[in-house]
């Protein structure tokens, strides 16, 4: 995956100068923001649960996701200019990815089983295999110029997902109908440090390492699900070789909507923006009430409906 650390290491310097770059200035021009002191409490220093909450799991998770969000753009000019062979190259580029994603959803899968049978936690890890199996004969098939073959492969790798995603649902506990209490693309507040933050996904078990749950002082919670949160860089001046976003568990994040005021962010806190290298890669902008539109892919990902809120006399005719 050589192209993946070319890109990764490119990515990752570029995104780490623009935000020191811009939470520099941020933080002179405006300074702390006093909301910040709102949710914190009384004797922890601050920034004490955002650092142990830094996730490299869902860090990597994130940038795989925005390699798909890149990849597919590539592919669909290299087809609007019947660039051919150079699809090939992009596609075989996206199937490593979804290779490395199969395999850490497989991982995360295993740390949240619990007391999940080994039967359970076997049959994740034989989809995936079989997937890379699939994806491999489809790529042959489509070098080879045999579409026919090509499209069963194709029609056999749909259904290979659907199962496997049901799979990990059932393993992680995510049964029907069951929701997070806070959505993809909601503002959000640190109850312990006090920092904005905005959710981008999450898991309903903790997926991290055990060595990861005793350092963010979670182990003794109750089981719940997880966030993945992209931190406000005003409120966390990044670090070399630490990842721009935290895994929360849901009882340290509020939200005004969720307090006793029921008032929507911009009732709360006012109209300014966010700031985050990734936001314009993940979000479509903001929303009447202040907080985010995910993009298709990101809802997908996480089966969710579009959500278009809109201030008042706003409304579309």
């Known amino acids: 995956m050589n192209f993946l650390i070319r890109h990764g290491e490119t990515s990752s310097s570029t995104s780490r100068l623009s935000c020191q770059s811009s939470s520099r200035q941020i933080l002179r021009s405006k300074g702390r923001p006093k909301l910040r002191k709102l949710y914190c409490r009384a004797g922890l220093p601050n920034d004490r649960?955002?650092?142990?909450?830094?996730?490299?799991?869902?860090?990597?998770?994130?940038?795989?996701?925005?390699?798909?969000?890149?990849l597919d753009i590539q592919l669909q000019r290299c087809l609007n200019v019947e660039e051919y062979e150079q699809a090939q190259e992009v596609r075989r580029k996206r199937n490593k990815v979804d290779e490395a994603i199969k395999s850490m959803m497989a991982k995360k899968a295993e740390r949240a089983a619990g007391t999940t049978t080994s039967e359970e936690t076997l049959s994740i890890a034989d989809l995936a295999s079989e997937g890379l199996r699939l994806r491999s004969e489809l790529q042959r098939a489509i070098d080879q110029e045999r579409y026919q073959?090509?499209?069963?492969?194709?029609?056999?790798?749909?259904?290979?997902e659907k199962e496997?995603?049901?799979?990990?649902?059932?393993?992680?506990?995510?049964?029907?109908g069951q929701q997070p209490l806070?959505?993809?693309?909601?503002?959000?507040?640190?109850?312990?440090?006090?920092?904005?933050?905005?959710?981008?996904?999450?898991?309903?078990?903790?997926?991290?390492?055990?060595?990861?749950?005793q350092h963010a002082r979670v182990t003794d919670m109750k089981p719940q699900p997880?966030?993945?949160?992209?931190?406000?860089?005003?409120?966390?001046?990044?670090?070399?070789?630490?990842?721009?976003?935290?895994?929360?568990?849901?009882?340290?994040?509020?939200?005004?909507?969720?307090?006793?005021?029921?008032?929507s962010w911009i009732e709360a806190y006012g109209s300014e923006p966010m700031y985050h290298p990734y936001l314009d890669a993940l979000f479509l902008g903001q929303d009447g009430k202040g907080d985010y539109i995910p993009c298709r892919h990101l809802r997908e990902k996480f089966s969710v409906r579009r959500r278009d809120v809109y201030r008042s006399g706003e409304e579309p005719k």
Not at 188 to 209: A, P, Q, T, Y
Not at 238 to 257: C, D, I, K, S, W
Request: aromatic fraction near 8%; proline fraction near 4%.
């Open 49 to 70: 649960d955002m650092e142990a909450e830094r996730s490299s799991l869902v860090a990597e998770e994130v940038i795989f996701m925005m390699f798909q969000l890149d």
């Open 164 to 176: 496997s995603k049901r799979a990990q649902a059932l393993v992680i506990g995510m049964e029907d």
């Open 149 to 160: 073959d090509a499209a069963q492969f194709r029609d056999l790798l749909v259904e290979l």
């Open 226 to 263: 997880y966030y993945h949160v992209l931190v406000d860089v005003r409120d966390c001046e990044p670090q070399v070789g630490l990842p721009p976003t935290v895994y929360v568990p849901q009882e340290r994040l509020t939200a005004p909507e969720i307090e006793e005021t029921s008032k």
């Open 182 to 213: 806070f959505r993809l693309g909601q503002r959000v507040l640190h109850r312990n440090d006090g920092f904005r933050g905005l959710i981008v996904g999450w898991d309903m078990k903790c997926c991290e390492s055990e060595e990861w749950m």
